[in-house]
């Protein structure tokens, strides 16, 4: 339960989520298995709300296909957001230890974006919580300490890994949202 509190503790104050997710350096498949795949399946079964909000405008095959888009955009998210990153910054690769410590870095700031679009799914208002996806560089930026980022790029760190976490679920599911019928992307 300790991961749940750390996304919370991210959100609220991301210094002491992080000070607790380095007290609490779990291996990533575990912390992919145990926090991030089941925030995956209430971020699938949040889709659903729609069908009670709008019941003339949603479908329950609409409302599946928003889940599966959505919980693909974020697994795809984590393998090729780390990707992307680690080619253009190899130190996150140097030794094993520190690339788990890069991947729950990852999964923990993933995280919070899965938590806000479970928010916007709870209330429907996407254009709200669109604009609390920017807090998730201030995040990143306070994590800089969890994994030790060198002082002279953490500017350039900060920027493109938060370009990053944001873009790639977007492209995602803009690909994937492509593939599926009838499928609203906006």
């Not at 094993?96 to 916007?120: A, D, G, Q, R």
């Amino acid at each position: 339960m300790s991961n749940f509190k750390n996304i919370f503790l991210l959100i609220v104050s991301p210094r002491e989520g992080w000070k607790d997710a380095e007290k609490y350096n779990v291996p990533h498949g575990i912390l992919l298995r145990d926090m991030y795949l089941p925030l995956l399946l209430v971020l699938f079964a949040t889709s659903y709300l729609e069908l009670l909000f709008t019941p003339h405008e949603t479908t329950p095959l609409s409302c599946t296909q928003h889940g599966i888009v959505s919980v693909v955009k974020y697994i795809f998210g984590v393998y090729i957001s780390a990707y992307f990153i680690s080619c253009f910054f190899p130190f996150v690769r140097k030794t094993k230890t520190y690339y788990n410590k890069f991947n729950n870095f990852l999964i923990y700031n993933l995280s919070v974006l899965i938590i806000l679009e479970i928010l916007s799914n709870l209330f429907l208002d996407l254009s709200f919580f669109i604009i609390f996806r920017l807090y998730i560089v201030y995040v990143i930026y306070k994590g800089l300490d969890y994994i030790d980022v060198e002082k002279d790029i953490q500017a350039k760190f900060v920027i493109y890994t938060g370009v990053i976490l944001l873009l790639v679920p977007f492209a995602a599911e803009l690909i994937v949202g492509l593939c599926v019928p009838n499928y609203k992307i906006f």
